[in-house]
């Protein structure tokens, strides 16, 4: 008998071809999603409160799709063919159209807008820096050193034109990613059309809860006051998105136990056995019920803003633990039952692999890393920009 | 609106800065993209005649049968008779190009039928399986079977 493995299994299904690095980029893209709606909330529904993270809430879903790829080519045997998804289209498979849809997420959406918010800085921070630096805005500025009201006028209004189409651009990007695991007929823990709705609510749970403590954090280094208005509107809302994604995923539960098909019995005990600590303890206990009360105990009750600030704070970091735990549940727990639904494997994970921890941790540390350097070169205030 | 073009400047060189990219895109794109790409299908249309004039490593069914008819005949009894010579016996059409040269050599039968044969529960209830060390210790199997009518 192979270790790690109880019961029976197909050769093939023994040791998991999706490790932690496919949990994470289901992971990061949903940061992406959920920062980029959280931005769009200022600038198309006008939610003026929530202003204070327009910028860092872009900067945050540019930081982390810059990396969002990183994982999936280290997962990758040959990284370089990836490529080829651009130039031999395959309209056919989802997976491969991934690259068009990140593509179109990147350039058309983020990058544009962040381009059309900053351009005034930009073109300001060309004529007043020094050095190499100065050459980086200069190229930034395309050659126009247009900032006359008429021209931000129209950067406006472009701008918020690229909001409108990036909306739906980021329910594409992160419903998407869920459609994948979805649409996977063979495998009962995943298929279903719940998946990317689920995927996307849980996208935007976990990216405005992102937000919300890079604020915090961002104003502790910035020396900065935290506006608790801006928080508490940001917790709100987060409590409400965070609401409907636990509602839908018990609904999905609810009715896996209700039908109660062929695979119910595998996957009841697979979540009463290994993913017990993982989905049990974790997503649903800790990431997300504790959470939801720390959150709904501040919408019922009047709290000093110290306390507020903690339990928002403490509820941010379970809700990105729980998530993470989401996306690990539904990548891993996928992979642990056979698809005769009479045995189960384990998912050994490695340190200092291709694939391991360590990589998955630098990879978790990277888009900090450039969310730092992008806040080096756009300020997130017009006033530290001049 | 001329007024609001000449604002709009950073914008037009945005554009034109997306347009230059894509062109040296589809350029790239052009030289290395094999001919025939997508002719037939998501793959190069050459490969197929490539695949074609890759030596025949099998010689097929009618070709053994020229020869080995008393085999043929053994076999068309029992229930091997849907299993193919070359299934068993490995790829054989250099031993059918030059027979005399060429002779292939016979299976060994305790490990050949084991790959089909040998206990596993993944496999269907009713096809015929054995866990070969209680059944024979190890033993080749045409000790007491005829491997082309097996049933004794």
Redesign the interface.
């Known amino acids: 008998m192979h270790p790690g493995v109880e019961g029976?299994m197909?050769p093939n299904e023994v040791e998991l071809q999706w490790s932690i690095l496919i949990v994470l980029y289901p992971y990061i893209t949903g940061l992406v999603a959920g920062a980029f709606i959280l931005a769009s909330l200022e600038r198309v529904f006008k939610v003026a409160a929530v202003k204070p993270t327009y910028r860092l809430a872009l900067l945050t879903a540019l930081a982390f799709l810059l990396v969002a790829p990183l994982p999936l080519q280290l997962h990758l045997g040959h990284p370089e063919r990836s490529f080829e998804m651009?130039?031999?289209p395959?309209r056919?498979s989802a997976m491969a159209m991934f690259g068009f849809v990140y593509l179109w997420y990147l350039?058309v959406v983020l990058l544009l807008e962040i381009?059309l918010d900053y351009?005034a800085d930009i073109v300001r921070m060309s004529q007043t820096t020094r050095g190499p630096v100065r050459w980086i805005y200069k190229v930034l500025?395309?050659?126009?050193q247009?900032i006359?009201p008429?021209?931000r006028k129209?950067d406006d209004t472009?701008g918020w034109i690229v909001t409108i189409i990036g909306i739906p651009s980021a329910f594409l990007l992160h419903g998407y990613v869920g459609f994948i695991f979805g649409s996977v007929k063979a495998n009962a823990w995943w298929s279903t059309p719940l998946m990317p709705v689920v995927f996307l609510f849980s996208a935007m749970v976990s990216g405005i809860a992102a937000v919300m403590l890079l604020y915090m954090v961002v104003s502790r280094f910035q020396k900065q006051v935290v506006d608790m208005r801006c928080l508490d509107t940001i917790a709100k809302y987060l409590f409400y998105v965070f609401l409907i994604d636990f509602s839908l995923e018990m609904l999905d539960l609810i009715h896996r136990i209700y039908e109660a098909d062929e695979s119910f019995r595998t996957l009841d005990f697979m979540v009463q056995t290994r993913l017990y600590m993982s989905q049990v303890v974790i997503q649903i206990c800790i990431g997300t019920v504790v959470p939801l009360a720390l959150l709904g105990w501040t919408q019922v009750r009047r709290l000093s803003d110290g306390v507020r600030r903690a339990m928002y704070a403490t509820a941010g970091v379970l809700t990105l633990i729980g998530i993470f735990a989401m996306r690990w549940n539904v990548v891993i727990g996928g992979q642990l039952f056979s698809k005769?639904y009479l045995g189960y494997t384990t998912y050994k994970l490695e340190f200092a692999t291709r694939e391991g921890l360590l990589p998955a941790i630098v990879l978790m540390i990277l888009p900090l890393a450039i969310l730092w350097v992008l806040l080096k070169l756009l300020p997130l205030s017009e006033k530290e920009a001049a | 609106m001329a007024g609001g073009w000449r604002h709009a400047r950073h914008l037009i060189v945005l554009a034109l800065v997306v347009a230059a990219g894509l062109g040296a895109f589809l350029i790239l794109r052009g030289a290395v993209v094999p001919a025939g790409f997508g002719k037939l299908g998501h793959y190069r249309a050459g490969a197929i005649d490539d695949n074609r004039r890759r030596p025949v490593s099998f010689a097929g069914q009618a070709t053994c049968a020229d020869c080995h008819d008393k085999q043929v005949e053994a076999r068309s009894k029992g229930k091997h008779r849907i299993v193919s010579c070359e299934a068993c016996h490995g790829p054989q059409a250099r031993h059918a190009d030059d027979p005399e040269k060429l002779k292939p050599v016979l299976p060994d039968t305790a490990i050949l039928c084991r790959r089909c044969h040998e206990k596993d529960p993944a496999k269907p209830a009713h096809f015929p399986q054995v866990a070969s060390t209680d059944h024979s210790g190890g033993a080749a199997c045409n000790a007491c079977h005829q491997p082309h009518a097996p049933k004794m």
Do not use: P
């Open positions: 029976f197909y651009y130039l031999t395959n056919s350039m381009w351009r500025t395309l050659g126009s247009d006359s008429e021209a129209i472009v005769s």
